[in-house]
């Protein structure tokens, strides 16, 4: 029983520390000045971003999950309905288009434990045509 659990908090921690470490981070502040004390506020944002492939989404769920790169277990990604997802061109999508496989960059911020998403963009994915051959005997 111990063995599991621990094991769990394991495979937690390294996706995480994976999804970090292949992960792009931007940081914005915020300079505004309070209209009722007249003292300047400063808000500093940290946003990330990582390229991976989603495993795992559930339509009307608030998380997805995502494996950056190849290697490693996903990481969960926990979603609010300031999130938005976009197409490779900027165009607004539906989370509808969200599935198993499809390629998908990122944008995120971290609140404790939990990766909060900002925007999804996903890529299209690639498409293998096969070619059959059909041939026709005639006796």
């Known amino acids: 029983m111990k063995e599991t659990t621990?094991?769990?908090?394991?495979?937690?921690?390294c996706s995480l520390g994976l999804a970090t470490a292949l992960a792009q981070t931007s940081t914005t502040v915020t300079t505004t000045k309070d209209a009722a004390t007249g003292t300047t506020?400063?808000?500093t944002t940290t946003t990330?971003?990582?390229?991976?492939?989603?495993?795992?989404y559930t339509p009307g769920?608030?998380?997805?999950?995502?494996?950056?790169?190849?290697t490693g277990a996903p990481a969960r990604f926990d979603y609010t309905n300031d999130a938005h997802v976009f197409d490779p061109?900027?165009?607004?999508?539906?989370?509808?288009?969200?599935?198993?496989?499809?390629?998908?960059k990122v944008y995120y911020v971290r609140e404790g434990?939990?990766?909060?998403v900002r925007?999804?963009?996903?890529?299209?994915?690639?498409?293998?045509?096969?070619?059959?051959?059909?041939?026709t005997t005639r006796p």
């Open 41 to 43: 506020v400063t808000q």
């Open 61 to 70: 769920s608030a998380y997805f999950m995502l494996r950056a790169g190849t």
């Open 113 to 116: 434990n939990r990766l909060i």
């Open 6 to 13: 621990l094991s769990k908090i394991l495979a937690v921690a």
């Open 48 to 56: 990330t971003d990582t390229s991976g492939t989603i495993t795992e």
């Open 119 to 135: 925007k999804v963009v996903v890529s299209k994915p690639v498409v293998v045509e096969k070619q059959t051959t059909t041939t």
């Open 89 to 104: 061109e900027g165009h607004p999508l539906s989370w509808s288009v969200l599935r198993p496989d499809i390629p998908a």
